[in-house]
């Protein structure tokens, strides 16, 4: 791997500089992983995410916004009739009015019973507007079935595309699948190894029923997958306690370029990566650390006693 310097001193450097496999006697590790040599910075090839929280952004072209809508629809989305129903908790009713605003049709309700609302959409012209858009970003054959049992393609004149059958590590897909059906949170577990007997865990979590999804998102990012005979799902789970481990820095560098909409999911995101960021330095294995990775944990889990606490809405149109 080639190494960039650069300059501390305008004066010439002793010897060569050196690369990633080389050694020299005058040399020592700085704070910050970079290596000092004979007057040379060398930066160490490992991965940091950077300390600065991009700007949030919203999908703004017809590839953003049909990869973000074919991932919530996926997520926790439904093709009946000539119809399209999206639900989503009641916390995220913003969200829900949000797709309304982009996609110009349609009514929001909430479900009777139920903490959550449902974004449902009619009209031909707001179905034939997101069925163009998603076309060519569907990663399952769920939906996509839905649409061909039900002719909506053959209605709006639509040459329907197949699934891509994978996940595109590049576009809103992960963002819209996430924020209809997924879970973020930071968890502390014993450990026997660590002065401080406490291990802290990154955790991204998706659940669905059917086990396609889930084995899209771990052969993308990694992670395992789990079945539950309770309900009948597969969760995909990105969870860990290195924050080098394959998928998760890159998990965080997309998040970062292609963010969450809902605003109570991007909430708990840039409270996970403050946690990955404190372990990425590891300052987990300090005291001072640890404290503020628990109190990472805390507000992420008081967010979703909240959410338990509420009191369903009745089925009314908003």
Known sequence: MEVKSTWLFKTNPVGKILTGGESAGNSEIMGDGLKWTCGLILKSPKKWLSEHVPSHKQPSNDHEMGSYLAGIIEGDGCFSGKRLEIVL??????LAYRLKSWVGYGSVYKIKKKKAVKYSLTHKEGLKKI???????????????????????EWVGLKLKPPCGKVD?????????????????????????????KRPQIQVRAKQKESFLPECLKACWGGSLSFTKKDLCTTWSLASV???????????LLMDSHPLQSSNKYTQYVLLRKAFLLMQHKKHLIPEGLAKIEKLQTQISLFYADLKKQKPGSMQKL
Request: aromatic letters at 18%; a neutral charge; hydrophobic letters at 40%.
């Open 89 to 94: 908790h009641l916390e995220d009713m913003g």
């Open 131 to 153: 069925l163009f858009l998603t076309n060519s970003y569907w990663v399952g054959f769920s939906k996509w079935q839905q649409i061909k049992n039900h002719g909506l393609d």
């Open 169 to 197: 590590p590049d576009s809103f897909w992960t963002a819209g699948f996430l924020d209809a059906d997924g879970c973020l949170n930071v968890y502390l577990g014993k450990s026997l190894t660590h002065a401080l007997k």
């Open 242 to 252: 290195n924050p080098k481990k394959r998928g998760l820095y890159e998990w965080f």
